[in-house]
């Protein structure tokens, strides 16, 4: 019975799906509404309005801005939804030796590498608003660069790096840089995170790659910190 | 019919994709394979998006000298801001697996 | 009025903030971390309160985040059924709070409370920012936070059951905020906008319908999912019912009842034909299944949470039910209905909690006779039993009372019945509980007293509320009247 109901559902999931998609604008028409009702005003007008050349960036730190702020609670949600059920960890000195040592290739190699990765996250955080990049982005490269450095050099190596007492600040920093910024529009008399409070471009350019930084080194951290939660458990 | 078939590949792709992503979900027992499933779902769901915004001969939308024509960029927002949000979920479906298979392991003990 | 604009944003920016402070800095304080919390809670009630008063003396308005207007900004709507619900929620939410203190403390472990306290005022935020929100992305961003929220609170305490329920509920939530995503991607394709009020308008600009519907129906599946109606409603009794109960509370008299909110709007602004439709027929009968299957499961459960978990997907089916009328009568019988539910079944999850605070025990069996030893708990658990059992003078028999009264203005005679036949079985699984708290032997070996005085105010609170909605319902009207008739008007 219960076989018979799940592809059952799935090829009337299917059939619906299909109706509504053979309805649907065609895909790339310059017509479409998509591309006529909201989207030229973010091409016209997005680099003057908000100091950002990508406009992807200029939608997330600026027009949209409230729902970065929401998708940086998700985030911190999950990490404290993880410290409730799980802990935070707490690493004893030679308790969780590496299985496999990595050979000393693989060692110098990353000793190496990994200021270049470092940098390279970095450089795409803070050119986010201009290029290629933006704040998370370069967060999930932090991230998978302290990661790496976990996996090479030993879990207990990579906390003693980046202890707990140093992850807290970071974790929720990007709420926080958000709600001071927005309480402080709302204090000259603007809306709330209206970025240009002040009326002067170059504050607002200022206030923006804060926000990319912000963003960037909160979400690397706090998914570095997931990952260290995770890790702990798998040791028991 | 035909025509806006062909012109819609990418959406029915994303619909298939979408239903493999729920049987999985569907009809695996196993709690990591779920999750699996999730995130096939969750793809599927940001290439329909990523689909929509798409404009013929439109560039990349960042702004560049001598470009007129960009695509729309609020989908790849919107994609980008539900890719976050997708992490999270994923993370905390995996502490609670984690958690659960833990507290299983003791029960059996 | 410039003070009062700013608020709606304070109250779903305060508590998302404080919860980031509390990590931070309270990590490991749990009386301070409580004090911090019912403190932001407390600002928030204030401040529903003042906007609620604003709205209802001045009209609603909007507020654009970040200065943007709407096709290419956010805008939170304030209008009187949202006002309404941020009241609602953050009431409960602050009672909530105020009974979590000594329930957390014997209950769970002493480094999760902060980040219980963390949990609840993140869940309590989203809520709040997913009622005002007046764009589909936004929505699902405080939806997903939401969600998420909730499954982690049923899933603290880290017993078996409670992960089982929390894993469950979660592989639910997610299927149902990805067919939000999916749902959304549907509209914008059509309408160009992801704000509900211009895609209203280019609803009725368009010449065919099939996408619009798909994309209603996604998101109509996807609130329903998360208000637990019937085919969808198998994460609901284990996740209510495992719960801590002022988690259960919240839960049970809240977020079903955001659901419905959502489902309301996405009714009433996205949905371009709605009488001639077929669809409203199945919705109809759905709802109808669950209020009379969520009755008959509660007559037959043993733990008392799940009992009042399963009565939730009856009563939650009224509601739906009403938003399916289409009518007047049945938007502000549902409406009523969501409030007279988040006021009784909260304060039921508390006094179950206050049991299993004083006693431990979870199964009805085990509490024959409780109602001798904690006479003040009980008698007010047996009057939100009566608001649930649509007994007169509570508030339960006014919304019941206006679904039918809709349903027979629309000639459904099958729907009176339906209602009728649930509120019967209602009343039949209440006496069942009553009959056993109150009029059967104790028979336990453990001392049992009344519950502490931060208990009793939250469940008196809630109490109090629901016997003057049920004497003057009036007062609710003042306040959901134009809202609805707001609402009524965008439907095509």
């Not at chain 1, 990579?158 to 840089?177: H, T």
């Not at chain 2, 298939?16 to 769901?45: C, D």
């Not at chain 3, 969600?147 to 603290?156: C, G, K, N, R």
């Not at chain 3, 009959?435 to 070996?445: G, H, L, Q, T």
Request: charged share 10%; net charge positive; hydrophobic share 55%.
């Amino acid at each position: 019975m219960k076989k018979m109901f799940t592809p059952l559902l799935l090829t009337l999931l299917g059939i619906f799906f299909l109706l509504a998609v053979f309805k649907m604008p065609p895909m790339g028409n310059p017509d479409n509404p998509t591309n006529v009702v909201a989207a030229p005003r973010y091409i016209t007008q997005g680099p003057q309005e908000t100091g950002c050349s990508n406009l992807v960036s200029a939608i997330i730190l600026n027009y949209r801005i409230y729902d970065t702020m929401g998708e940086m609670v998700v985030i911190f949600g999950a990490l404290a939804a993880a410290l409730a059920i799980l802990g935070r960890e707490h690493v004893k000195e030679g308790l969780s030796p590496l299985k496999v040592e990595p050979s000393p290739l693989v060692r110098i190699m990353m000793v190496i590498y990994i200021p270049f990765f470092i940098i390279f996250a970095l450089y795409v955080i803070i050119n986010g608003g201009f290029s290629v990049g933006g704040g998370f982005q370069g967060g999930a490269i932090l991230a998978s660069v302290i990661i790496i450095y976990a996996l090479i050099f030993g879990f207990d190596n990579a906390v003693k790096r980046l202890p707990a007492k140093k992850r807290v600040f970071f974790e929720g920093m990007a709420i926080l840089y958000f709600t001071v910024i927005g309480f402080m529009s709302v204090f000259m008399g603007k809306n709330f995170l209206d970025l240009n409070f002040l009326g002067i471009s170059m504050f607002q350019k200022f206030l923006t790659l804060g926000l990319e930084i912000s963003i960037g080194l909160a979400s690397g951290v706090t998914i570095a910190s997931l990952f260290y939660i995770l890790k702990k458990v798998e040791r028991g | 019919m035909l025509n806006s078939a062909s012109s819609n590949l990418i959406y029915i792709a994303s619909i298939i994709l979408f239903l493999v992503g729920f049987y999985a979900v569907a009809a695996r027992p196993n709690l990591i394979k779920k999750i699996i499933g999730i995130n096939i779902m969750e793809t599927s769901v940001f290439l329909f998006l990523i689909g929509i915004g798409t404009k013929k001969n439109g560039a990349v939308p960042i702004i560049v000298e001598g470009v007129k024509n960009y695509i729309n960029p609020l989908p790849q927002a919107v994609v980008l801001m539900a890719l976050v949000v997708g992490v999270g979920t994923t993370a905390l479906s995996l502490i609670l697996a984690v958690r659960l298979s833990e507290s299983e392991k003791e029960e059996r003990q | 009025m410039n003070f009062v604009s700013q608020l709606p944003i304070s109250i779903v920016i305060v508590p998302l903030t404080v919860a980031v402070l509390i990590s931070v800095l309270l990590s490991s304080n749990k009386k301070a971390a409580f004090t911090v919390s019912f403190l932001a809670m407390l600002f928030c009630f204030v401040s529903a309160l003042l906007i609620t008063i604003t709205v209802s003396m001045k009209g609603s308005f909007a507020y654009n985040v970040s200065g943007w207007a709407p096709p290419w900004g956010i805008e939170i709507v304030v209008d009187r059924l949202s006002s309404f619900m941020v009241l609602l929620i953050n009431l409960v939410g602050l009672l909530a709070v105020i009974f979590s203190k000594d329930y957390v403390e014997r209950k769970l472990d002493s480094k999760k409370i902060p980040f219980y306290y963390v949990l609840i005022l993140l869940l309590l935020g989203s809520m709040t920012g997913f009622v005002l929100s007046g764009d589909i992305f936004n929505m699902f961003i405080f939806f997903e936070a939401l969600s998420l929220s909730s499954y982690s609170l049923v899933a603290i305490s880290g017993d078996r059951e409670a992960l089982r329920a929390g894993f469950k509920y979660l592989i639910m939530g997610m299927i149902s905020s990805l067919f939000v995503l999916l749902g959304l991607g549907f509209i914008y394709s059509v309408t160009g906008t992801l704000n509900f009020n211009q895609i209203a308008l280019g609803v009725g600009k368009l010449s065919d319908f099939t996408v619009i519907y798909t994309g209603a129906l996604l998101l109509i599946t996807a609130f329903a999912i998360e208000a637990a109606l019937f085919p969808l409603h198998v994460w609901l009794p284990q996740a209510h019912g495992r719960a801590p109960a002022p988690v259960s509370a919240i839960l049970s008299g809240l977020v079903i009842g955001v659901g419905i909110f959502g489902i309301i709007k996405v009714v009433y602004y996205i949905l371009p034909v709605v009488y001639s439709a077929g669809f409203v027929v199945i919705f109809r009968s759905l709802a109808s299944i669950g209020i009379i299957l969520g009755a008959i499961f509660a007559l037959f459960e043993k733990d008392l949470k799940v009992i009042l978990a399963q009565s939730s997907i009856s009563q939650i089916g009224f509601a739906a039910l009403g938003v399916f009328l289409f009518s007047y009568l049945g938007l502000t019988g549902s409406i009523l209905q969501i409030l007279n539910h988040a006021l009784a079944k909260s304060a039921l999850f508390f006094s179950a909690g206050a049991i299993i605070y004083g006693t431990g025990f979870k199964r009805l069996d085990e509490m024959r006779g409780i109602g001798k030893k904690m006479p003040i708990t009980m008698g007010l658990f047996a009057i939100n039993l009566a608001s649930i059992a649509s007994i007169p003078m509570t508030c339960g028999f006014v919304s019941k009372y206006l679904l039918c009264l809709g349903a027979i203005k629309q000639g459904l005679w099958g729907l009176v019945g339906i209602i009728l036949l649930g509120s019967f079985l209602s009343i039949l699984y209440c006496v069942r509980i009553i009959n056993c708290i109150f009029f059967e032997e104790p028979k336990f070996k453990v001392e049992v007293k009344e519950a502490p005085l931060g208990m009793l105010i939250p469940l008196g609170a809630l109490t109090i509320l629901t016997v003057i909605f049920g004497i003057y319902p009036k007062i609710a009207f003042i306040l959901i009247e134009p809202g609805v008739k707001e609402i009524l008007s965008f439907l095509r």
